[in-house]
């Protein structure tokens, strides 16, 4: 098994895809600010329960005794994109406000970069356990 296998590594690359698939969905509605009838859309939010419930982690359980309930959980999705609901609305239908699009850009940019922290972080103490018991 890889490093980059454990549960921990999935959780935080599942993170990064949804940041990456949120970003390319924000500069689309960027993009289409000035197109007639544009309907910003949002990736839905990601939620670390989904994450354990599509199975990314690949988890399992362990019994120690014959009552306990065994379970494995496989499976996965992808970000779900979705129409936003907007209160603002130009008279040519287009409902994207670039205030807050950016506002949202910055956000997501500053949450990407702290998994990727975390990420490297956890891959350097793994690393120092590893050179320490060699």
């Not at 296998?5 to 690359?13: E, I, M, R």
């Not at 994109?81 to 209160?87: G, K, N, P, T």
């Not at 850009?105 to 350097?124: C, F, P, R, S, V």
């Amino acid at each position: 098994m890889a490093v980059t296998d454990l549960p921990l590594f999935q959780a935080l690359k599942s993170k990064m895809r949804w940041h990456q698939a949120r970003q390319g969905v924000l500069a689309e509605n960027i993009a289409n600010a000035d197109t007639p009838g544009y309907g910003a859309r949002e990736v839905k939010a990601y939620s670390f329960k989904d994450h354990l419930s599509r199975g990314a982690l690949a988890l399992s359980t362990d019994t120690t005794r014959a009552g306990h309930i065994t379970g494995n959980i496989s499976g996965t999705k992808d970000a779900k994109i979705e129409e936003m609901d907007s209160f603002e609305v130009t008279p040519s239908g287009n409902s994207v406000n670039l205030e807050e699009q950016m506002m949202k850009i910055t956000e997501n940019q500053m949450d990407y970069q702290a998994a990727t922290t975390l990420y490297t972080k956890g891959m350097g103490l793994i690393r120092t356990a590893l050179s320490k018991s060699a």
